[in-house]
Antibody, heavy 122, light 107 residues
Framework: QVQLQQWGAGLLRPSETLSLTCGVYGDSFSGNFWTWIRQPPGKGLEWIGEINHRGSTNHNPSLKSRVTLSVDASQNQFSLKLSSVTAADTAVYYC????????????????WGQGTLVTVSS | DIQMTQSPSSLSASVGDRVTITCRASQNIRSYLNWYEQKPGKAPKILIVAASSLQSGVPSRFSGSGSGTDFTLTISSLQPEDFATFYCQQSYIAPLSFGGGTKVEIK
């Protein structure tokens, strides 16, 4: 059974870069799509983007210019960087697994990390 | 981008009640619609995929229906552990998008 464990800084100042990493345990890293989703406090879910083991990515255009997704397949890890953060980026950030890429059939998230609350405040 | 609209945004119900939540897509998404349950402080959990396919381990009191632009999630007999927030998600086209959520509270 796959487990996702995520980590990264939880408090940032405006204009800094958010950096989170998600480790994948108990499952093949290849053949899946590794996703970041965020949820502002008390609000709904927003898809940030996905990456596969080869480094092929798909992003939400609303964030694309600030998002960098990367993968270290040798360590079964993938990472999110979000540059120039503002208070609007305050959210719980989740990593998750999908079996198919976004927009290619029924893409859903069957395993999730525990979530990391990232707060942006001066 | 496809907008997903859920209604109601919240509801109060009693144990044993039948509960129906609706989700509307801004364009035809065929049956590419998934439902999640989220409890406070926890990650969402997948309940139903492809509009009506119950995930393994999910109680049979949950069901989903619909296609095109209009979808429903039904809980046939609400149980104490079902008080949560429910989200729909379209997977027809990127960027993937979620509904705003429906919070089910105890009456």
């Amino acid at each position: 059974q796959v487990q996702l464990q995520q980590w990264g800084a939880g408090l940032l100042r405006p204009s800094e870069t958010l950096s989170l990493t998600c480790g994948v345990y108990g499952d093949s890293f290849s053949g899946n799509f590794w996703t970041w989703i965020r949820q502002p406090p008390g609000k709904g879910l927003e898809w940030i983007g996905e990456i596969n083991h080869r480094g092929s990515t798909n992003h939400n255009p609303s964030l694309k210019s600030r998002v960098t997704l990367s993968v270290d397949a040798s360590q079964n890890q993938f990472s999110l960087k979000l540059s120039s953060v503002t208070a609007a980026d305050t959210a719980v950030y989740y990593c998750a697994r999908s079996l198919v890429p976004a927009g290619r059939g029924n893409n859903y998230f069957d395993s999730w990390g525990q979530g990391t609350l990232v707060t942006v405040s001066s | 981008d496809i907008q997903m609209t859920q209604s109601p945004s919240s509801l109060s119900a009693s144990v044993g009640d039948r509960v129906t939540i609706t989700c509307r897509a801004s364009q035809n998404i065929r049956s590419y619609l998934n439902w999640y349950e989220q409890k406070p402080g926890k990650a969402p959990k997948i309940l139903i995929v492809a509009a009506s396919s119950l995930q393994s381990g999910v109680p049979s009191r949950f069901s989903g229906s619909g296609s095109g632009t209009d979808f429903t999630l039904t809980i046939s007999s609400l149980q104490p552990e079902d008080f949560a927030t429910f989200y729909c998600q379209q997977s027809y086209i990127a960027p993937l998008s979620f509904g705003g959520g429906t919070k089910v509270e105890i009456k």
